[in-house]
């Protein structure tokens, strides 16, 4: 008689160069999770409800991916309505901040059409205006003005350490980043070092293309101009001190941007590309996050995307740049390292101030944009821009928190 052969049992998790890894047969599910998982530090979730949402999702099933994210979002939310109802202030905060990442999370694999996407979205915007609405001084929710009388959503908040006129870092996201994640990354950060920060979604993001429609575009010095005119009209603003960080596809823009348009006192590229047609050029429809960049794009196809991204690329741009730059980036990125390398070489070689920080794996924070570890990420980048921007940190107030 022939033995049927048994079924391997599925690798179990492990700590790699790269950070943790939830699930070895779901490259892309276990990166999300990681990235999750990293935020708990920053104040984005809860280790134990983190973990806990992972034990009941399947690898591969985006829909029980859904599930249990929204599952621990709501569960958050509505402490948090309760614990406000009795003034307990501090923990209804925190319970709106890990709501709103969560609901983040919970709609990252729907598809651009489900109606529950724009719908979690709109959830966990909801529970980041909680969160700041409870900000000393309270944080504003704002509609950048852009064009065609569309605009882009942002949050200002100023520094509760910062004086009467602050500098400001313009911070934006990247393929699958949005505003409310930036807080995570680089607004924390700012705000405990006396800067104001504007989180926004720019074309192709979060309510820019959820709401308005708008698809990326490689000029994104446009976009962050608009960002600029809106903070000069403000009278608590350092015209001198703006600065603007992008996170993975994001550090694209933030070169781009940072090259391209004047008025910018400094530029860190959160994860740096060199070429977005280059690296593209032999994805096709199976690549992992195929759905969403044609959404980002405005492509019916992964060769429409493709080539729509052909002006994406800093040959020939990044040589403009007159400004500070830094750009840091993870020793294990997904993306590798040979990109950045060439971004640097190339930003020296023309005469640019630039400095590259590699993320070790000894260090932690070598995945993309840190998400093993964005608390080193912010300390590094949050600490060089202080550093450009003139700021003597031991004159500042430090809050617990």
């Avoid at 403000?234 to 781009?256: F, N």
């Avoid at 008025?263 to 759905?291: F, N, P, Q, V, Y």
Wanted: negative net charge.
């Amino acid at each position: 008689m022939s033995q049927v052969p048994a079924t391997a049992a599925p690798r179990p998790p492990s700590y790699e160069p790269f950070g943790w890894h939830q699930w070895h047969d779901d490259f892309w599910m276990s990166y999300q999770f990681r990235r999750g998982l990293g935020e708990t530090q920053e104040g984005g979730g809860a280790v134990s409800e983190v973990f806990q949402a992972a034990s009941k999702i399947t690898p591969n099933d985006f829909e029980s991916w859904h599930r249990e994210w929204t599952h621990i979002a709501e569960r958050n939310d509505r402490r948090g309505d309760e614990e406000i109802g009795q003034r307990h202030v501090r923990s209804a905060m925190n319970c709106w901040l890990r709501a709103a990442n969560y609901f983040r999370e919970a709609e990252f694999w729907l598809k651009p059409d489900d109606p529950r996407r724009l719908a979690t979205f709109d959830r966990c915007e909801h529970a980041s205006h909680k969160f700041l609405g409870q900000l000393t001084p309270k944080a504003e929710v704002v509609e950048i003005p852009y064009e065609a009388g569309k605009s882009l959503p942002a949050y200002f908040i100023r520094s509760a350490n910062g004086g009467e006129r602050q500098p400001v870092l313009i911070s934006v996201g990247g393929l699958d980043s949005f505003k409310d994640e930036l807080w995570f990354m680089t607004g924390r950060g700012a705000l405990q070092r006396g800067m104001s920060v504007l989180l926004v979604d720019g074309p192709g993001q979060g309510g820019a293309l959820r709401r308005h429609g708008l698809v990326t575009r490689h000029d994104y010095e446009v976009p962050i101009g608009k960002c600029i005119d809106w903070l000069e009209r403000r009278a608590d603003v350092d015209r001198t001190r703006i600065a603007v960080s992008g996170s993975s596809l994001g550090g694209y823009y933030a070169a781009r941007a940072g090259a391209m348009e004047p008025r910018l006192a400094a530029c860190i590229s959160h994860g740096a590309i060199w070429d977005i047609h280059e690296r593209w050029k032999t994805r096709d429809e199976s690549h992992g996050l195929a759905s969403h960049i044609k959404w980002v794009f405005g492509a019916r196809s992964m060769a429409e995307a493709t080539e729509i991204a052909r002006p994406f690329t800093l040959d020939g741009v990044l040589e403009h740049m007159k400004c500070p730059y830094l750009i840091i980036h993870g020793g294990h990125d997904v993306l590798g390292v040979e990109s950045v390398r060439q971004v640097h070489s190339y930003a020296v070689r023309h005469g640019v101030n630039a400095t590259l920080r590699l993320t070790s794996e000894e260090e932690t924070g070598a995945e993309h944009c840190q998400h093993d570890n964005p608390t080193l990420g912010q300390e590094l980048m949050i600490d060089w821009l202080a550093d450009v921007f003139g700021i003597d940190q031991t004159r500042l107030a430090f809050y617990p928190g």
